[in-house]
């Protein structure tokens, strides 16, 4: 019985002991901060256990506390810190008391690089090109499994990773800068560590580190200055609406509040169209705002505002950590808009250049020109974002080379989607795209007609505003209609065991560098013609299933024919002469041949001739 209750008693001791000397704090974050930030307060999130009763003491010149915000949860403590401008780049030490404890944290302001406010950003000389960084390419293979997630590599899977990393990206950058893209969008990079799905890094699970098994932290910014070094610009995917069910708070929440929380699992009802519906109810865009957007993807409460800064100061660390040229900004209308607008517009007091894309999925102009920067909404409303994504010109895309010409159909659709433009504040700040993560594959729309993909691919790139091109566009990667991994396929040489490497012309098939080759050339004549960038649109009204329009400036003047019939058509010039302004032959600018102004010409069936005017 003696050595039971010494057993006991010694068991005891030792917990107490491991108490004693377990640190007080667990977790702090942001883990380091800059000096000269125009936003001079900082918050400091502290996590460790009945932490909210300790008291602060720093000493450090430039720097005060100037609050300690608690919430219901005893094991977070909120810091706030005031950063004057006398603060030096340096260490310095934050002093935590309690009853029982102390602990000190080592904490470190960085010097903010020269003219990192005034960074440039993405603008509409751009072509951007957006990766899935698990289905592009893998250069190391060491960190496809790593112990301590639940999902290793198993590319035979569509659902599960397949190793893609930021290795692989940095070794096609060349590749891509070859190709004439000037900016790259990767989906998220950081921590997801789901139980499935999570390759596409949409549900993080630590805000503050890059997914192991896509590289580490300083792989980000190894990524943006290999970036720099070809010319493009990297562009970060911000996703306020939602966490991941794996991220390590939801063992321990910060508030109550910290969620949209509701007695059963509610998702939200998708319907973005209740922000702009004059008669839309309170039930509606509660649904819409506060369910969830998937099982897996706890919706955040923005307008905590301690959840608010924390996120804020999230994005602003990898902006300024890897030296991030723009933002991309998922399902801004899940969010309450307004609370939306503040948090981009708190990120942007700090890059005031930076401009910020942002995915507002509704189906008409007048909805999307809703969200951007500038339009006089009538109750006032600004997103604060200065580009949206065109979903209605993808619509008008996906359609109109399959159907026949009529009123409203065929190339019909072009002319009456460009005629809306007046909605837009800045229609040359338009996102294009044929297809991205979330959409079926372009190649699934035309079924792989050659001719209609590159009628597509012409349109795209001569149309008012910048373009997207997804991973894959530029070979017509084949895909599955109404699969979201049937969206994501790999790309096929960016695995050392691929059959064949379709980064190189001489592995790719007739048809594949035959889109290769057309793209490379719109987009490096689209790069080095700032008229296809931000010139003016003039478009004529179709007719005979044949649709013209002008993009021009003080220096050049291209003229777009796109002949969507089954054969070949004759076209006048006539009618076409207020642009024409006495030019008398115009070069093709994907083949340089010359065609002349002077008399009919026929455009074959399935084509659209651009013309620069000489």
């Known amino acids: 019985m003696k ?13 107490q002991l491991e108490a004693k000397n377990s640190p007080l704090i667990q977790r702090v974050e942001p883990t380091f901060w800059w000096t000269e930030m125009n936003q001079p307060e900082l918050q400091i999130m502290l996590y460790g256990t009945n932490i909210s009763s300790a008291v602060i003491s720093i000493n450090y010149p430039g720097i005060t506390v100037s609050r ?25 030490n934050i002093q935590l008391t309690t009853d029982k404890k102390k602990q000190t944290i080592v904490y470190e302001l960085k010097k903010r690089r020269d003219g990192s406010s005034s960074r440039r950003s993405f603008t509409e000389a751009d072509a951007i090109y957006l990766l899935m960084p698990d289905r592009f390419a893998n250069a190391n293979p060491s960190n496809d499994s790593i112990t301590g997630y639940h999902q290793g590599v198993h590319r035979e899977i569509p659902g599960a990773r397949h190793g893609g990393d930021i290795d692989g990206i940095i070794s096609k950058i060349p590749y891509l800068a070859d190709l004439g893209i000037t900016a790259i969008w990767t989906t998220p990079l950081f921590d997801n ?56 708070w939801m063992n321990d929440l910060p508030a109550k509040d910290w969620l949209n929380v509701w007695p059963s699992y509610t998702s939200s009802n998708y319907r973005m169209t ?68 503040r948090f981009i517009q708190a990120i942007r007091n700090e890059y005031p250049n930076m401009n910020v894309v942002g995915e507002c999925w509704v189906k008409t102009p007048a909805e999307i020109a809703y969200y951007q920067s500038g339009n006089r909404n009538k109750n006032g409303f600004d997103s604060h974002l200065t580009s949206v994504m065109d979903f209605c010109l993808k619509d008008v895309l996906s359609a109109s080379f399959n159907e026949r010409e009529s009123w409203d159909g065929g190339m019909a659709r072009f002319y009456s989607l460009y005629a809306q433009d007046f909605v837009y504040p800045n229609p040359n700040l338009i996102m294009n795209f044929l297809d991205n993560h979330d959409i079926d594959r372009y190649s699934t729309a035309v079924k792989n007609d050659i001719q209609k993909y590159k009628m597509a691919l012409a349109m795209l790139i001569t149309a008012r ?5 997804y991973y894959g566009t530029e070979i017509m990667l084949d895909g599955i209609a109404g699969s979201y ?17 379709a980064f190189s012309a001489e592995n790719r098939t007739n048809a594949e560098n035959e889109v290769f080759s057309y793209l490379k050339s719109l987009l490096n004549y689209r790069k080095n013609n700032p008229v296809l960038q931000n010139g003016k649109m003039k478009q004529f009204i179709p007719e005979r299933g044949i649709y013209v329009n002008f993009r021009y400036d003080n220096e050049k003047t291209i003229m777009i024919i796109a002949n969507n019939n089954q054969e ?15 030019k008398t032959e115009g070069l093709e600018i994907t083949n340089s041949k010359t065609y002349s102004l002077q008399k009919p010409l026929s455009i074959p069936a399935k084509t659209v001739l651009m013309l620069e005017l000489k």
């Open 465 to 469: 505003g910048y373009p997207q091109i």
């Open 193 to 248: 560590n789901d139980t499935k799905y999570s390759y596409h890094h949409y549900a993080c699970s630590d805000y503050y580190k890059i997914d192991s098994r896509l590289g580490k932290n300083e792989d980000y910014l190894r990524l943006s200055e290999t970036c720099h070094k070809n010319g493009l610009k990297l562009i970060i995917d911000l996703v306020p609406n939602h966490c991941g069910s794996s991220h390590w």
């Open 568 to 582: 070949s058509n004759e076209l006048q010039f006539e009618r076409f002469n207020e642009m024409l302004g006495g």
């Open 485 to 501: 991994e049937g969206n994501r396929f790999d790309f096929p040489g960016g695995w050392a065991a691929d059959k064949r490497n």
């Open 274 to 341: 209740a922000w702009t519906d004059p008669h839309a109810s309170e039930a509606d865009l509660y649904k819409l705002t506060h369910g969830w957007f998937a099982p897996n993807m706890p919706d955040l409460n923005l307008q905590n505002p301690l959840l608010f800064d924390y996120l804020r100061q999230v994005y602003t660390f990898w902006i300024e950590s890897a030296n991030i040229d723009g933002m991309r900004v998922d399902t801004y209308p899940y969010n309450d808009i307004k609370t939306a607008a």
């Open 68 to 92: 300690k915000e608690l919430t219901d949860n005893p094991n977070y403590l909120f810091l706030y810190l005031n950063i004057t401008k006398e603060a030096l780049p340096g260490k310095f």
């Open 3 to 15: 050595k039971i209750i010494l057993i006991v008693l010694t068991f005891i001791f030792v917990l």
